[in-house]
């Protein structure tokens, strides 16, 4: 596996809105494998032509943009207030290195919540959990210089770099970095393709899968596959029931999410593509959450949509790790569909 790749992409920065720095990285990795374009949402599109008589149109949908947070105020000392973009958890921003995006590139930051040392701490106050506005940014700088520097509106992201540990890969951004590794690599590893392939790597999909659905309302595909993270919780303190998705054991083949009901005849394909092929795979049920698919569902009177999961332990931390056994097998199993992508009938008969 192109560990280098899935670094690089992981440690990119950007947040909904602002997907320049990550953008430049997916343009330069998807050149070669098709026709480039990008659209006004910031949306980047591949398109690699069907080579079979009057080709469907395969969409393939990973987001570029991860959890961050966006400056709305600088204070007389020079600490920054900030929005966040995304589901952030307030007790996983506590302690942790950023870095403020200006104008004049990027400045380092500490993120911290607005209290009282440990040390200061009354019984009462001790175990209280923070709320996102408690927080602010302390960048090491006075009001003035700081309100010269940073603007409003500056994006912000974790700093966090990306490293194996045993057979797993952890850094921030693997929601949806990993899976956008999986969009480039499947891409350049498939051997056929009857169904003209539209990769598209989504923005803003972190606060309401706006790229991804923008692009479809505008596109008219014949079926949709988004490739995202999904829980995987077999830590201490969870019980089995919650678990979702186990670590090393394969792509997850989505069934549902709280956007979407994956189309039962693309689950079904999935699932003969990854038997015929002898890929892992498990099955999946999503409680909460949801992706890219579940936008893209929705237009052009209804479009047949399925997302392909890879485990991850950690979301929407800066800790987010995968399995490279997962990567690997959602890479396959990509391939392989896209290879047999026009043998799908995915329509239902009266
Ligand atoms: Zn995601």
Known sequence: MNFELLKELSEATGVPGNEDNIRKIVARELKGIGELSVDLMGNVICRVKGKGKNPKKLMIAAHMDEIGFMVKYIDDKGFARVNPLGGWDPRMMAAQRVKVHTESG????????????????????????????????????????????????????MDRDCQRMGNLITGKAMDDRACVFIMIEAMKAMKSNDVEVIGVATVQEEIGLRGATSFASGEAVDMVVALDVTLSNEIPGIPAEFQVTQMGKGAAIKIMDSSLICHPKMVDHFKKVAKKNKIAHQMEVLPAGGTDAGGVQKQHGGIPAFTLSTPCRYIHTVNETV???????????????????????????L
């Open 106 to 157: 990027p400045v380092p930051g500490l993120l911290m919540p607005g209290t009282k040392p440990k040390h200061m701490l009354s019984p009462a106050e001790i175990g209280k959990a923070a709320d996102v506005n408690d927080y602010f940014i302390d960048m090491g700088m006075d009001g003035e210089t700081a309100k010269k520097k940073v603007q409003l509106g500056d994006s912000v992201t």
């Open 323 to 349: 399995h490279q056994d997962d990567v690997q097998a959602c890479i396959d199993l990509l391939a392989r569909y896209i290879e047999d992508a026009h043998k799908g009938d995915y329509t239902y008969s």
